[in-house]
């Protein structure tokens, strides 16, 4: 029972940083239509950047802070100069360039802080609570992690739901022209799109880096299993990122420990296929209601 | 005032508008007819800026718009109500609503008089658009336009897939705008009777051609000119 308790609380953390990392891949895909291949790499980047600060004297929060802005910032240089110039052409251009962004920024992580992975601070203690005699798996950091995962979505759903410029957004997103003719600023929204996303995925690089170390690949099986998630949840549903990250948390948490962490990538990608057979939307799109 | 001077648009070979030219004055209703592929919805669109023509000016209150982006257009006055609606169907109608009009910010007409215009809207007002019906979706397309207080307003054959109830219900509304509120209309038909009954001018295109300029009576009168360009 313990066990089971223990597996479904670490599912729950992991699966909020499938989460934010699905929520990056969405909020780009929904507004520009790319799966952002290069994520890993612009998180993993961006977290470099954190710890860059850390160790130079910066505190956490300073280095958490200045994850987030870079990432806000990245976001939007690489809409504006990577993404924009190829906004008409066919998608199979935004593929190559976002893969070829990413080996690029790899090489270059290479080359500046090396191959070898390095230590990232957690935020709080990494020791289990202790409940009666036992001491679980789940730690006061999983517990900030699961808190600020949270704290994005709330955020974000705000954000586009209760605001002018969400609004605006998600008609950028869903008509473009339409909203052009209404007026709305559309290239400006996309490119907000690509920050908040990047941003979101620099959190999730922070708070997932003092569990697997931060190299210029650290990051590679994260990202597939965010992808398998922002599927799962409909690739154009922000809530069914968040959704899916933690529904994809918890299974990949019980085959792991009931079943070997070495199942983990085979179960994730059996999850995908079984709900591409029988949702082929996945659980939560939108796109049935997108005949007009 | 628009004027359209020499307008010419081309889809790579294809000539859509040639070198059409027209005055619209303020607070007038011009209809423009023409059979299917004359070139209507590409003159609209090169109107806002849609798509950019080869030669030619468009000024709108005495400045030249030709080359400016969709957005400045719509920020001078022109609201342009596409073909087939362009209703937001995953927005409510409220949202579709509050869309039309933030640009303006403050200045914005108040959803209210639009729902009084539409009290059907009202009632549906926090319904996905999707849900709406034709004619109510023309209704909120036509609202939303007005949110933004335009002068200028450019419809592009409103009564497509309406009841004749409905599509004569569009046509006086669009009358009475340019009537109370000065609202200067570029009234794209398939259905001339319909549009030359309420308009101040009436104008057929032909294959991206001004065929004919007219007083809207000898125009609907004119069955050889209808018979010949609209299949009457
Ligand atoms: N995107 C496009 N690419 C190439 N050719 C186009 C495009 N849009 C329209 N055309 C061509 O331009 C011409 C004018 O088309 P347009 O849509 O302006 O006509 P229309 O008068 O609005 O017709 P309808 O009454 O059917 O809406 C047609 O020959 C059409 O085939
Ligand atoms: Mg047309």
Do not use: C
Request: net charge positive.
């Amino acid at each position: 029972m313990t066990k089971f308790i223990d597996l479904t609380l670490s599912g729950i953390s992991d699966g909020a940083i499938y989460a934010a990392v699905a929520l990056a891949l969405v909020l780009i895909w929904r507004s520009t239509r790319i799966v952002n291949f290069a994520q890993g790499a612009m998180l993993m980047i961006t977290t470099f950047i954190a710890s860059a600060v850390i160790n130079s004297g910066g505190s956490y929060v300073l280095g958490f802070a200045v994850a987030l802005a870079s990432g806000f910032v990245f976001g939007a240089v690489v809409e504006r100069v990577v993404v924009r110039p190829i906004e008409h052409a066919p998608p199979l251009n935004a593929v190559i360039l976002t893969l070829g962004l990413y080996t690029l920024l790899v090489a270059v992580a290479g080359m500046i802080w090396g191959n070898t992975p390095r230590s990232f601070p957690a935020a709080f203690s990494l020791r289990g609570y202790k409940v009666g005699g036992t001491t679980l798996l789940f730690t006061p950091n999983d517990t900030f992690i699961v808190l600020v995962v949270i704290a994005v979505a709330v955020a974000l759903a705000l954000l586009f739901r209760a605001t002018s410029v969400g609004l605006r957004m998600r008609a950028a997103a869903f008509a473009p022209e339409v909203a052009r003719l209404l007026g709305v600023r559309v290239g400006r929204m996309l490119t907000l799109g690509w920050a908040l996303a990047a941003m979101t995925g620099a959190l999730a690089g922070v708070l997932v880096a003092p569990s697997v170390f931060l190299g210029p690949n650290s990051f590679d099986p994260i990202l597939i299993i965010g992808f398998v998630a922002a599927v799962l949840g409909g690739l154009d549903s922000p809530p069914g990122a968040v959704v899916g990250g933690l529904v994809l948390g918890l299974a990949l948490s019980y085959v792991s420990g009931y079943e070997g962490s070495a199942l983990v990538p085979l179960a994730a990608l059996a999850i995908l296929v079984i709900v591409l057979m029988i949702r082929p939307t996945g659980l939560f799109s939108a796109t049935k209601e997108r005949r007009v | 005032m628009l004027t359209i001077e020499e307008l010419t648009t081309d889809y790579g070979p294809v000539r859509a508008v040639d070198h059409v030219s027209l005055e619209v004055p303020d607070g007038s209703v011009t209809a423009v007819l023409g059979a299917n592929g004359a070139g209507k919805t590409t003159l609209l669109r090169t109107l806002t800026g849609l798509v950019r023509p080869s030669s030619g000016h468009v000024t709108l209150a005495g400045r030249d718009i030709t080359r400016l982006p969709v957005e400045e257009i719509v920020r001078l006055g022109m609201a342009h109500v596409p073909e087939g609606r362009g209703v937001i169907a995953e927005l409510t109608v409220q949202e579709n609503l509050r869309l039309g009009g933030m640009w303006r910010g403050r200045d914005a007409a108040p959803p209210a008089e639009i729902y009084e215009l539409f009290p059907r809207l009202e009632e549906r007002r926090t319904q996905p658009a999707s849900r709406l019906s034709g004619g109510e979706r023309q209704m909120l397309s036509i609202g939303r336009a007005l949110m933004g207080r335009p002068r200028v307003l450019l419809l592009d054959e409103p009564s497509l897939g309406l009841a004749p109830v409905l599509v004569a219900q569009i046509m006086s509304l669009v009358r009475k705008l340019a009537d109370t509120l000065g609202l200067t209309v570029l009234l794209v038909e398939q259905n001339a009777r319909s549009a030359l009954s309420i308009a101040s001018r009436g104008v057929v295109l032909n294959l991206g051609r001004v065929v004919a300029e007219q007083d809207p009576h000898k125009l609907a009168a004119d069955d050889r000119l209808l018979h010949a360009y609209l299949g009457f």
